[in-house]
Structure formats: C-alpha cells, structure tokens
C-alpha cells in the first residue's frame, strides 16, 4: 500500500472512474449500500473467478455448490444464529442512534496509556456496561448511552402472498449453512471419500450495528466459504489448519498480488471465539483505517453437523467406504468476504507518483490486460487497423477501445483503473505494421509488431503475475 492511500482517496476514485456507486443515488442514497459499477464488477468477478479456481477447481477434494439465501429457518435455529448470533448495542439516549458497545470503547480507549493492554474483545456484555458506567463514556453525539443489550444481526422477512398467512423466514447470515444441510446430499451424489471440502460463493445478509465503512462492513455482501470435512482422528486439525492458513496467505499475496507487510495473523481469544468455534484465527489486512479482519479461519468441531441431526432427525454420519466405521466429521472453515477482498487489492495498489494516480493492480486481477487507442479518431484507415487490433486481441485478454482525446488522457485514465497496456496505433502502423505499447507501471514505452502483439502480451502479463508472487 503507498503511504499516501486514505479512504477518501479510495472512494473518490472508485467513484470518479465507476468502480463503486452509492445504491440508488437518484433516490438520495441507502445508507452503507453500494452497488458494483462497469470496472467494480470486472474486478469482483476476477476475484471471485480466481478464488473459485484456486480452491475448488484446481484441487481433487473440493467441489462447489450454489444454495438459496433463504433457507429453511429452522437451519438458524440448528446452528445457533437465532440464539447466540448478536452484538451488545448500546442506544444514545437523545438521538436514539445506536452502536456497537465494543467499538464505543475501542474508541474511547485509544491514546490512554493505561488501557492500552486492555483487549475489548475479552469483555462480556456486563463488563463493558460496568466498563461504560465507570467511564461515563458517550455516545459520538456526546449524550449519554444505554446499557448495552444484545442484539441478533440475523435478517428477517417473510415468504407468502396473503396478509396474515406469512412465514418468518431468514435471509441467511452466511454461507455456510447452506454447505452442511447438503452435506448428506453431496456425500449421496458424488464418489468424494473424506477428507475433503466444498465451496460456496454467495450473498449473505447481516444487520450490522457499525457501519460507515465504506465497503468493508454492509448489511448485504458476497461470501465465499468452505467446510473442510475430516476425521478428527485420523488428521490432527492443528495441521490441517497450518495447510488451510497457508493456502489463505499465498492466495491473498501471490494471486492476489497484496504486499505482506499489509497483512498479518491474529489469534481470537477465548472470549471472542464464535459459539462453535474451538479454535479460530483472523488473516488481518492494514486498511486505510488500521489493521481489521479480511478473513476467518475457525476449527468448528463437528458442531454443525450434530445440530443438523438433531434439529432435522436426519442421520448425517459419514461412513467410511474401508472400514465401514460411521462418523461425524469435523470441520475447518476458511470464511472471506469478496467485497472486503476488493477493497483490500484497491488499496493495496493505490499509488500516487509522477503527477498521475496509478492503480498497481496484479495483472490478472485487472479489469482490462490492454487499451487499444487509434491515434486520430477521424482517419479511416488508422481506425480500421485499431479495430483489428481490438478484434485479434479480444479473443484471449479483456481489451478497452478508446478513440477520445488526447493521448495523454487516455494514459492517465487507463493507469487509474490499472490497465497494464495501452496500445497506439498510428500513422507509421498502416505502413510497418507495428504500434507502440506503454508499460502502466514503467511508463516505458516501445516498437511491436502486430503479428507478435498476443505473445507479447501473453509473455509480459505472465512474467508480470510470476513478478508478483
Ligand atoms: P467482523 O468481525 O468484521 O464483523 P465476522 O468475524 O463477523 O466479521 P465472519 O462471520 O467470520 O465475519 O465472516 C467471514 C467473512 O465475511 C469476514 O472475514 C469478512 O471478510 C466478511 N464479512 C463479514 N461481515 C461482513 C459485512 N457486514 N460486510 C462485508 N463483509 C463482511
């Protein structure tokens, strides 16, 4: 990340070269809701496609499923998200607003020496009341606040056409429900023996108290998520856990291109470790507002399954193909969400440098590999032999046409939404047959011939990605 990066830097360009939208701005706006525009979705598939080919595709023991946000509620009830899925929220007294008791005084602690040890975490609902009433600590109003109860981040609605015949039902909370109540249907249906895991990208629902961080915390946003299914006797969670944490540290420094000194482990504490969770780790990124979760890793026992049994009277055991032994099977969930991913890789490759705003972004992660600029938009044949160019480029790389303005401008565009490629055609093109490309990170620019331009780019993007890792 350059030093320069700020999170209004971020938003301001996100915005100006339609990365990210507010959600319906016509309307004035919903708060801490964003929509994904033109290059915003580009990015978010690329991120989206490399996780689903570096953990499902690429490996013998994972495969992928697809199920409903809405699920059958008593599934919320099983997992323990209707009873235990909540954050102590605190009311100011006057405006009513309400907060999340933790991050209240996580803020009030910072710069006082003597709580600087204290780990806010560790504190249960009652301690950060008595915490908050010995402190007198306000609301950011300035008012005083309520004690602090707990409230479920679960989404209700309701399914059904008639008044009065509706059923509650949740949006689901996260994705990973929806992986083990398939759990006996995947093991029905497919020839996978244990260990083994499955994966899910979708949207999950949650109704968070803090918000106002751009992207990193809304109420709607893309999960991807995989159980990892094992025999808690024959492998040692501890070691599947080290192999999980590696492929998580390699994914988000070598495929997705992020510096390692912007990314670091944490361990939870007793206290602040999920109702199922027996062990569970954070894989932090240095956002442009400090150090915060970018993804979960947690040891959850076979804490779901047993509950799925019970809940639906369904035997989920696995049985063992050699031994015919008949088992729960243990899990370790790796947990990112895509949107906190793209903000991570935004800020990650923001720099400013030479007078120009230059997104550093991995080459494969890039919305477009190239730009194609015929020189003059009012000169047939030089726009006829960009086209070409267009045309015998876009069959292998993502590729951008643009035919306004100045040269100049067209570079600077296309360094702010991290194109590593601008190709000019020119006058000199319609008699030797080559154009100019410029390198978005060097600014170096040179003679190639078209015939050669998908191996050039093929060789340069590749060498550019081994670079990167
Ligand atoms: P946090 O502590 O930040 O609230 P969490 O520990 O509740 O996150 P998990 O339940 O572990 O999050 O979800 C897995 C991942 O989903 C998180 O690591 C994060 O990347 C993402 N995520 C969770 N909540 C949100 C949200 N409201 N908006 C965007 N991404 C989220």
Redesign the pocket.
């Known amino acids: 990340m350059s030093t320069s990066v700020t999170m209004d830097k971020i938003v301001s360009l996100t915005k100006r070269r339609g990365f990210i939208y507010p959600t319906s701005e016509i309307y004035g706006g919903l708060a801490n809701a964003y929509d994904y525009g033109p290059l915003g979705i580009e990015l978010l598939r690329n991120i989206r496609n490399l996780w689903w080919k570096r953990f499902i595709q690429d490996r013998r023991d994972m495969m992928g499923i697809d199920s409903q946000i809405i699920l059958h509620p008593r599934t919320w009830e099983a997992s323990g998200h209707v009873g235990s899925f909540s954050d102590a929220v605190v009311e100011d007294v006057k405006s009513h607003k309400r907060y999340r008791a933790d991050h209240l005084i996580e803020s009030w602690i910072v710069g006082k020496k003597e709580f600087e040890s204290m780990v806010v975490e560790n504190m249960d609902v009652e301690a950060m009341g008595d915490f908050i009433t010995e402190h007198k600590i306000k609301s950011p109003e300035g008012n005083n606040v309520t004690a602090p109860k707990k409230f479920n981040l679960l989404m209700e609605t309701h399914l059904g056409t008639l008044e009065g015949q509706k059923d509650m039902v949740y949006l689901r909370g ?1 994705t990973a429900q929806g992986i083990f109540s398939n759990f006996k249907n995947i093991l029905d249906t497919t020839r996978i023996k244990i260990p083994f895991g499955v994966g899910q990208i979708g949207k999950s629902f ?1 109704n ?1 108290i803090t918000l106002g961080q751009y992207i ?3 109420f709607e ?1 893309e ?1 991807a998520e995989i159980e990892y299914f094992f025999h808690p006797k024959q492998q040692k969670w501890e070691d599947l856990m080290k192999s999980w944490k590696d492929a998580m540290w390699s994914f988000v420094t070598k495929d997705l291109g992020v510096s390692e000194e912007n990314v670091r482990w944490r361990k939870h504490t007793d206290t602040e470790r999920s109702h199922y969770s027996k062990d569970t780790y954070d894989l932090d990124y240095k956002f442009p507002f400090g150090w ?5 890793i947690a040891y959850r026992t076979d804490y779901d399954l047993k509950q799925h049994m019970e809940f639906s009277g369904q035997d989920l055991r696995y049985t063992d193909p050699h031994t015919q032994e008949k088992y729960i099977p243990h899990v370790i969930e790796p ?3 895509l ?2 991913a793209l903000f991570m890789v935004l800020s990650d490759s923001y720099v400013e440098e030479d007078n120009r705003v230059v997104l550093k972004l991995a080459p494969q992660l890039a919305p477009y590999s190239a730009a194609i600029f015929p020189l003059v938009a009012n000169k047939t044949e030089i726009i006829a032999k960009a086209e070409a160019v267009f045309d015998l480029l876009k069959e292998r790389f993502p590729v951008y046409w643009d035919d306004r303005g100045n040269i100049g401008k067209r570079y600077r565009y296309q360094d702010e939404i991290g194109t590593p490629y601008c190709i000019t055609v020119d006058y000199d093109s319609l008699t030797d047959h080559t154009v100019t490309i410029r390198n978005r990170d060097t600014m170096e620019q040179e003679r190639v011939q078209i015939d050669s331009l998908q191996t050039y780019l093929q060789d340069h993007l590749f060498s550019q990605r081994l670079m990167s890792s």
């Open positions: 996260e949650r968070e990193f915390r809304t946003f999960q915060k979760e970018l993804w979960g947990a990112i969400g949107n906190r």
